[in-house]
């Protein structure tokens, strides 16, 4: 599975944004979608992830009310809206994919990665 990752950008703090993932080569609705993040100087981190008919998902505290994942298995893509942004989410968001049938948490789980998508939120 080859996953393109985009949408990122630089928001002011309140704003915001929707990254998308695209997956390529295998079927899309096989597979666990998730969403980490890593900020400089820190370890990755999970930040949501929904399983293919988007009937289990799990999200972080540190976001959970303000950032949603959705997917579209028609178009193999899944989406993670960030609302009310603020300056500790700044980092490479990076979409994954693992085949499953419920949301998992664990970044040790997903066998692909994509290539990362920068999210900058200014003060």
């Known amino acids: 599975v080859q996953l393109q990752a985009w949408g990122g950008g630089l928001v002011q703090a309140g704003g915001s944004l929707r990254l998308s993932c695209v997956a390529s080569?295998?079927?899309?609705?096989?597979?666990?979608m998730g969403w980490f993040r890593q900020a400089p100087g820190k370890e990755r981190e999970f930040v949501a992830s929904i399983n293919w008919n988007g009937g289990s998902r799990r999200d972080a505290d540190s976001v959970r009310g303000r950032f949603t994942i959705t997917r579209d298995n028609a178009k193999n893509t899944v989406y993670l809206q960030l609302d009310r942004l603020k300056p500790e989410d700044t980092a490479v968001y990076y979409c994954a994919a693992s085949v499953g049938r419920v949301a998992v948490q664990a970044s040790s789980w997903y066998e692909y990665w994509g290539q990362g998508t920068l999210v900058t939120v200014s003060s």
């Open positions: 080569g295998r079927t899309f609705s096989n597979y666990i």
